[in-house]
T-cell receptor, first 115, second 115 residues
């Protein structure tokens, strides 16, 4: 079946503008995660959604970052008033129901460049 | 907080030879999961192998195997019969049993395979 998809693939924006990144998880996957990957570094956890439960926002770096997910469908990550340090690849992953240690399936990411 | 350390920023191997990538982690949890992910230049994160901490037997997936030393908190990846397609960034990752499955990643190891 289809994997996790993300759009856009690349985004160039000017400092101070808002951006919205989209993630379509694998159908039936109840858990959804957003991660950020700065150039040459590992991934940092941003936010976690599980069904209709309250999300775990503990990884969001500032109040300029927010994310939404309706039920078990699409999620959007919004960055307001972008800064140059927000430049990174933003990766989304989804996980099927079950053990928290089940494999996460990643999308191809959105590369964000803030000029 | 859990941490994952990959002490080898870069490794290289000759085609058909064997290479071992190192990973150590720090945790106070008894229930957790460990992963190795591969990230080629396409950015797509691909699961290589997964280990459940309660299982003493080392996980194996074809040419990929791990050496899981729970007491030493070590989780190395061995790639046998290396192929040109194995060239990528490799990330070690940890998911605690009580952290909703959010992954903590190491900094990554760039693997070069020489023909």
């Amino acid at each position: 079946g289809a994997g996790v998809s993300q759009s856009p693939s690349n985004k160039v924006t000017e400092k101070g503008k808002d951006v919205e990144l989209r993630c379509d998880p694998i159908s039936g996957h109840t858990a959804l995660y957003w991660y950020r990957q700065r150039l040459g570094q590992g991934l940092e956890f941003l936010i976690y959604f599980q069904g209709n439960s309250a999300p775990d926002k503990s990884g969001l770096p500032s109040d300029r970052f927010s994310a939404e997910r309706t039920g078990e469908s699409v999620s959007t990550l919004t960055i307001q008033r972008t800064q140059q340090e927000d430049s990174a690849v933003y990766l989304c992953a989804s996980r099927p129901p079950g053990l928290v240690g089940e494999t996460q399936y990643f999308g191809p990411g959105t590369r964000l460049l803030v000029l | 907080a859990q941490t994952v350390t990959q002490s080898q920023p870069e490794m290289s191997v000759q085609e058909a030879e064997t290479v071992t990538l190192s990973c150590t982690y720090d945790t106070s949890e008894s229930d957790y999961y460990l992963f190795w992910y591969k990230q080629p230049p396409s950015r797509q994160m691909i699961l290589v192998i997964r280990q459940e901490a309660y299982k003493q037997q080392n996980a194996t997936e074809n040419r990929f195997s791990v050496n899981f030393q729970k007491a030493a908190k070590s989780f190395s990846l061995k790639i046998s019969d290396s192929q040109l397609g194995d060239a990528a960034m490799y990330f070690c990752a940890y998911a605690g049993g009580t952290s909703y499955g959010k992954l903590t990643f190491g900094q990554g190891t760039i693997l070069t395979v020489h023909p």
